[in-house]
């Protein structure tokens, strides 16, 4: 799933660039191409297919110039997830028909990656024996209020012996409480938004919680094949209701299997969410590339452009990045509520190309 | 006076083109270009002299292509306020013997032009009658902290009828109750920087307060023609003290006057006093260039490269500037401490060229 827009990295983040085709978790990998990487540590090359926007397509191809242009799933514009894993589904099914398909997010931090690949091929197998909608569970680390929770039912003893279980609920992120609470009780898990079915089984249940949306993708299945796919599909496309599969589908189905995941994972999801993974500075804040602190506390300050200096005085709290053409200072409070900013920047036509 | 360094401006202030030499308080005058025109209001371009470091040079003659390089006055090091007025002194005694000096920073606001110069004429007849150092005071229009200030005493009736006063004591920026009691009582003036006097006057005062300056600048007079000064006299002037005209010789000086001003007057000495010059935004932020702000309050964001945007979220009292290779962002109340930073950026190699 490479359609994100990463909104809330701008401005490294940009709607022709997004966030998993640039360096952000390692200095010489995008996170598309770790992604990838890891994924074909479990998967045979030629059954990986990548899902995004046609509009992403060329950033795609630049990222990645060796991967194959029919394994790209080009959505004609952008319907939310619970469209993109029904495209992803329908196109599957038809194009390897009686495979089991996992979709996986490009723009995650997932570690290490051969358990990632071993959990991978459990919940496979997992979803080849049950016709489930099989997750996967990360154990919380910390009362997180930026992630969704499953709610763990009884273990499933399945033949491959996985980590499953019954899921009783998917949540919504909670507040600071509700998120301590979660993490006491011990059996509520992350939701890591990878998802593992047969298509045949996520379509059952499209047609049960969306069935506009699963009609539309039935209706476009047969042209899966046909390079003139995304112009075909577009008016049944641009109908579909945006709505995330987490909405749509899985705060209301009933059989989901959630597997426990061994691999550590991150959605890092916003800039503070890197002070998780980049290396802390001697006085507390986390610094990258040319950057002078003075008297500065509890702060990130991420300088990408080399060619140029920022130096931050008497403040804390506070999120500053810079590239080569945009900078971005906010409260480290408010790293996550990008949404309006962007706005404010679209509205703007000496802006927009910003963005 | 064009020897400042303007540090309290970074980043658009370098050690290469201080604050003098920007456009800062107009779109499209410098600052010393703006000093010059209304200076030449009230003098002769024959008379006009520019004093600077020799390393300021260049970028002054870059900044006035037309001015005669003959009229410049270069120290070889800079040696603060009194060494830069006591060499000015010298020169002018020399070059133009039995005139008055005006001694006016080239990096003050200073509005109307025309008030100006009628001032300056006046000043320059009260130093003519007098032998006192001629200062203005400025009347405070707020309790300043950012200023000195000049107690006046008795009026003295000039022949010129200029708005005259005896000086009680020149004083350190004061802090916030004392400078509102200063305003209350009516008889404080801001003290302006500028001086008028005959050369013979001054220098018989630095004979009194600082005789080694007193006795390095008369030895480096009669070299002031020679086109090898700088390198004559720079021996000479390694040796005098770093010492303000303020401390070593106003302070203590019993012969000055203190001239009124009718003109306005801000040295614009730091970020947040911009605020006084640029329009506020409808946010009540200040704001210059492509920039955008969401939920910020009380802030100002300078952005001078118009080929970026700045972006700023969340935040309330900072202070943002970019030029094209640098980003400076802090707390509005430290925007005038900023000699610490600029040591830090000092301290590291891959960082001393944007100093």
Do not use: M, N, Y
């Given at each position: 799933m490479a359609g994100g827009k990463g909104e809330r990295f701008w401005p490294r983040s940009r709607?022709?660039?997004?966030?998993?085709?640039?360096r952000v978790t390692s200095e010489t990998k995008t996170m598309i191409g770790e992604t990838l990487e890891r994924t074909l540590l479990a998967a045979d090359p030629a059954n990986v297919f990548i899902s995004l926007r046609e509009d992403l397509l060329p950033a795609a191809r630049q990222c990645?110039?060796?991967?194959?242009?029919?394994q790209y799933i080009v959505e004609p514009v952008g319907r939310d997830t619970a469209a993109a894993m029904g495209l992803a589904s329908v196109v599957v099914e038809r194009r390897r028909p009686g495979t089991v398909l996992a979709i996986l997010p490009s723009d995650h931090l997932v570690a290490p990656a051969a358990v990632f690949a071993e959990d991978l091929k459990s919940a496979c197998r997992v979803a080849q024996e049950y016709d489930c909608l099989v997750t996967f569970g990360v154990r919380p680390e910390?009362?997180?209020?930026g992630f969704g929770y499953i709610e763990l039912g009884e273990v499933i003893h399945t033949r491959d012996r996985a980590n499953a279980y019954e899921v009783r609920r998917f949540t919504e992120k909670p507040d600071r409480a509700t998120a301590e609470k979660y993490l006491k009780t011990g059996n509520f898990c992350w939701n890591s938004g990878m998802f593992v079915w047969k298509p045949s089984v996520f379509l059952g249940e499209l047609e049960k919680f969306l069935p506009d949306h699963y009609h539309g993708l039935r209706e476009i299945q047969e042209w899966?094949?046909?390079?003139?796919f995304c112009e075909k599909a577009r008016p049944v496309f641009e109908r579909?209701?945006?709505?995330?599969v987490d909405f749509g589908v899985m705060e209301k189905a009933r059989n989901i299997l959630c597997l426990r995941a061994n691999f550590g994972w991150d959605d890092?999801?916003?800039?503070?969410?890197l002070e998780r993974v980049y290396p802390k500075a001697a006085d507390g804040g986390t610094v990258k590339g040319p950057v002078v602190l003075s008297d500065v506390k509890n702060s990130m300050v991420l300088n990408f452009d080399d060619a140029s200096v920022v130096a931050v005085m008497g403040l804390k709290d506070v999120v500053v990045v810079k590239t080569a053409d945009a900078v971005l200072v906010c409260d480290r409070r408010s790293d996550e509520e990008m949404k309006k900013l962007l706005r404010l920047i679209s509205d703007r036509d000496d802006l927009k190309k910003f963005l």
């Open positions: 709607r022709s660039l997004p966030k998993q085709f640039l990645l110039p060796d991967f194959p242009l029919d910390r009362p997180e209020t899966a094949d046909d390079p003139g579909l209701e945006k709505i995330s890092v999801g916003h800039w503070t969410a």
